[in-house]
DNA sequence: TGTAATTGCTACAGCAACTGTAGGTTCAAG
DNA sequence: CTTGAACCTACAGTTGCTGTAGCAATTACA
């Protein structure tokens, strides 16, 4: 048969990457597919699903951890979704915990800029404003939040 | 003397971990400082201020290697700031990005949630989404920047 | 002065979430 | 039948730290 669904076709028919996919099925992400003669895997739809699955999980910057719950969540489709609810909301505040903190970040950003004179280093307001936090008239202090790094971009073939 | 400039005491005042500041000698950001007799570093305020300034950056969310290009411009005060405008301008625009996206990522997650009508996992909006970016209204889709995770929160001594 | 708690030292392992490489095997097309 | 692409495993590297083990040195207190 040669349309099977090896690791190449499922990387492009869900844009992760083909280590990527192997790292996923290493941490139990997603189940070990069956294996060609040749010892290549093979998958099924239903990894497909799954992949595209995590995928568009980890675009919106949920963590792998999450992504793991709400998995599990999806393949009990009895159970009340309360639990997948109490994840989202969960990363929505964590988004708009980011987004106030980068609103901050920008605006420190933009005045340290709009304040160079653009003469001499010694002279240069963005080398002194790092150096002073005093200078600073935000409060852009972070409390230890995990930034989830977002997903790589689109994948070609080069 | 009792007074000198122990790493621990650098540690309170500069808000850095004690391994961070070590961390930040190995990979040369900061110089080595001299060793005691009993071969402990004692610090100069000359080493007090670079970390303020590496603590101070990482927060406006400057990557480590931004931060070194800094440092060597803030060592020759009399060249052009140009460079270092241009550092900040490049954090200014990637601060940007990252809100933009963030921006969509909140509407999304928001629609998702507010859609969800509480009942069963096999009816969960939340679930449904994420299976499939085709209900998505915006853009989400990132091309490959790499979020800095924020320094860690104020330390305390437990 | 003795001792216990604290602080310091080195060296290394681990975190997230991948990505890349080396060195090999298998497959599909011409 | 050969060639090149795709696949395999195993492991190292990325960023920016953080934590641990197993010591030595210092400091505080009785």
Redesign the interface.
């Known amino acids: 048969m040669p349309s099977s669904l090896t690791i190449g076709r499922v990387s492009k028919a869900t844009d992760c990457k083909v280590q990527t996919i192997r790292y996923y099925e290493d941490i139990g992400l997603i189940p070990k597919p069956d294996r060609s003669v040749g010892n290549q895997r093979i998958y099924e739809t239903s990894h497909v699903?799954r992949l595209?699955?995590i995928r568009?999980?980890r675009?919106?910057?949920f963590s792998l951890n999450a992504i793991r719950d709400?998995l599990s969540?999806?393949d009990?489709?009895?159970?009340?979704?309360?639990a997948?609810?109490a994840?989202?909301?969960q990363?929505?505040i964590q988004?708009?915990q980011?987004?106030g903190?980068?609103?901050s970040?920008?605006t420190?950003?933009?005045r340290?800029?709009e304040q160079?004179s653009?003469?001499?280093?010694?002279?240069?307001r963005?080398?002194e404003v790092?150096?002073?936090?005093e200078h600073c008239i935000t409060e852009?202090?972070?409390?230890?939040?995990?930034?989830?790094?977002?997903?790589?971009?689109?994948q070609s073939v080069p």
């Open positions: 699903e595209r699955f568009h999980a675009e919106l910057g709400l969540l999806s009990q489709p009895q159970q009340s979704c309360e997948a609810d994840i989202a909301r990363q929505l988004v708009e980011r987004i903190l980068l609103q970040l920008k420190e950003l933009e340290m800029i160079c653009g003469g001499k280093i010694s002279d240069c963005v080398i790092l150096s002073d936090h852009h202090r972070e409390t230890g939040t995990v930034v989830p790094r977002p997903v790589s971009g689109t």
